[in-house]
């Protein structure tokens, strides 16, 4: 990984901690930018789009509920030579907190995207039930081998990685950590202002809940794993034990 400082067209790529030689497992669990985009550049493009889209970025989700919008994603033909470089961080993307909840469930799924929703069940006034509703399949995104692959890597993005601040008391639990530059009004990234998120799901080996955190401009600490990992330790251990 460069040691920290690698060159994509004419953008400086860095790492939040200068990284040597890293297995991919490790790219995840260190939250490594420039082994990441280096996977991205195999890949290309197209791949990279594409599964971004099955995934369910730069659509609406289709939740009951009114106002959601699409986010953000341009298809390759509108990519700049440092694209390659910037998509697969997270830059040039805009994502709601919703799409990054069900993206990280379909890995919890064994591969399904599913619809979210948040009515139940609608009664008429004598408790009668007129309309219910349940949990409905989209599409399949990624196989469930490579499902159960992704999940063991995120289990250890908790265990041994930049998630650590997520470990729940008496569960396991998968996720990942995100640091996001916000945007400026004109257009830059700003080197002051951030998103910091975390999103997971538990018991990694069945899981019944996902999470995902986002906190707005964070102060004096920004970085995911150290802002938003604790809040998902805290909400998960929560459910957890009152669902058991």
Not at 5 to 22: E, F, M
Request: aromatic share 10%; glycine share 10%.
């Amino acid at each position: 990984c460069e040691n920290g400082s690698y060159k994509v067209a004419t953008h400086i790529l860095h790492d939040h901690r200068p990284h040597g030689w890293l297995t991919f497992r490790e790219v995840i669990e260190q939250s490594s930018n420039i082994g990441t985009t280096k996977v991205a550049q195999i890949l290309g493009p197209d791949v990279v789009y594409r599964y971004t889209k099955l995934f369910g970025f730069g659509a609406k989700s289709g939740v009951d509920l009114p106002g959601e919008i699409t986010g953000a994603i341009k298809e390759p033909r509108f990519w700049s030579k440092v694209s390659i470089g910037a998509v697969p961080i997270g830059q040039e993307v805009g994502v709601t907190t919703l799409q990054l909840a069900a993206a990280v469930s379909v890995i919890a799924n064994g591969g399904q995207l599913m619809k979210p929703y948040i009515v139940k069940e609608i009664r008429d006034r004598y408790g009668e039930i007129i309309k219910s509703f349940s949990p409905t399949s989209v599409r399949k995104v990624i196989s469930s081998d490579t499902a159960n692959r992704i999940k063991k890597i995120l289990t250890g993005v908790i265990e041994t990685g930049t998630g650590k601040l997520a470990q729940i008391s008496g569960f396991s639990a998968a996720g990942k950590t995100g640091t996001a530059q916000k945007l400026e009004p004109n257009g830059a990234y700003s080197h002051n202002k951030f998103m910091a998120s975390f999103i997971g799901f538990a018991p990694a080996e069945d899981p019944v809940i996902a999470i995902a955190v986002v906190v707005d401009e964070p102060r004096p600490y920004y970085f995911g794993g150290v802002v938003a990992a604790p809040v998902f330790k805290n909400e998960a251990g929560d459910v957890l034990r009152y669902l058991k």
